[in-house]
């Protein structure tokens, strides 16, 4: 099963995923539907509707799509790797991870495919590494954000954030100019 099929499906259950161990394939699970609903909620948007700044304050659905690519990348490097960000790393992601200015700067004439791409990317990757670990990963302790937390709330965090994400995405998209 790809990530996105739960919703294309109607199937609509957190349940075990084959090839996974149980704990993780049920997060896999919520994780999956989190991100079909993204790219639901911006299915046929053009470039210029990517790029569209709802106030001067504002971040482009373009820019929390990468974002959440983002952020998902940055724990993979934490948790995964065990490191920060390197340079390279760093400047390739910085703009999605902080936004702001600097996202309203660089992130944008880019397709709705492009974002797709990165998010699938990373997100691989993610699913990659889930295969090779065990149950009791999840709850081995990590700190996070200066507090003591473990793999399982990271991971959590990560598709939380995704669908508070996807909240703003789909009112910048009612507020779209017709």
Known sequence: MNGFSQLENKILKIEEIQGYPSQ??????????????????VRGLTVEQLDYLPNK?????????????????GFQTELFDKRKPNQQESKEWGAAYQLGDLGR???????????????????????E??????DEW????????SHLSNNYFIWFH???DEINHRGQIRIIRKMLPN
């Open 24 to 41: 993780i394939g049920k997060l896999i699970s919520m994780m999956n539907y989190a991100r079909s609903t993204t790219i639901e909620a």
């Open 158 to 160: 990560t598709f939380e």
């Open 138 to 145: 999840l709850y081995e302790e990590a700190i996070w954000d």
């Open 57 to 73: 304050d504002g971040n482009s659905i373009g820019a929390l799509l990468l974002h959440i690519a983002a952020v998902e990348f």
């Open 129 to 134: 590494e889930f295969r090779n670990r065990k």
């Open 105 to 127: 700067n660089q992130i944008k004439g880019k397709s709705l495919e492009y974002y797709i791409e990165k998010l699938e990317k990373v997100r691989n990757r993610s699913l």
